[in-house]
């Protein structure tokens, strides 16, 4: 038996138990928000992600390029420059996101609590939401379904234009 195999054999069976296996960390779930926005260095996401030391930020960022989350593309220069990109099964996570989002304001409101002031991330996943409904991407199956089929057009339609309208509304 390989280790591969022995890995794959300790994985809950539930969907929903695999899931949280996967992202139930303090900061994954903030990891992928920040890099849904761009690609960042380390030390953008150490400076984004507040409370993270860099011993948690590096093993983090090392398991979730494991998990295949995220692309780590190191450039040959000296010093060597090193960025962090979600990669297509990163981005099917954004319905998660929208839900977790959509369920923390209800919990805001229930709650009577303050909510805090929206900030370029939530800015961002609000177009990003309006976005993939006007495209007919309303699930995790339709995303799923759309990212195979057209994974680079969709994401860099939606990062070039939407960038723009968030950078210039947060502004505004």
Not at 14 to 27: D, E, G, K, Q
Not at 75 to 90: A, D, F, H, I, N
Not at 129 to 153: I, Y
């Amino acid at each position: 038996m390989s280790k591969l195999s022995g890995v794959l054999e300790k994985l809950p069976h539930c969907p929903i138990a695999l899931t949280v296996s996967v992202i139930a960390s303090r900061w994954k779930l903030l990891i992928i928000r920040d890099l849904l926005v761009s690609t960042k260095r380390n030390s953008e996401l150490l400076a984004s992600l507040d409370g993270i030391s860099q011993k948690v930020l590096t093993s983090t960022l090392k398991e979730m390029v494991k998990q295949g989350l995220v692309n780590r593309k190191i450039y040959p220069e000296v010093p060597p420059r090193v960025e962090y990109s979600l990669t297509p099964l990163g981005f099917s996570l954004v319905p998660v996101l929208i839900a977790l989002k959509d369920w923390g304001e209800h919990f805001q409101q229930t709650m009577g609590l303050e909510s805090a002031e929206k900030d370029v991330n939530d800015l961002y996943m609000e177009m990003l939401q309006k976005q993939l409904k006007d495209r007919g991407v309303a699930n995790a199956s339709n995303l799923s379904k759309e990212l195979d089929s057209q994974f680079g057009t969709l994401f860099a339609e939606l990062q070039a234009k939407d960038l723009e309208a968030v950078f210039a509304s947060k502004s505004a």
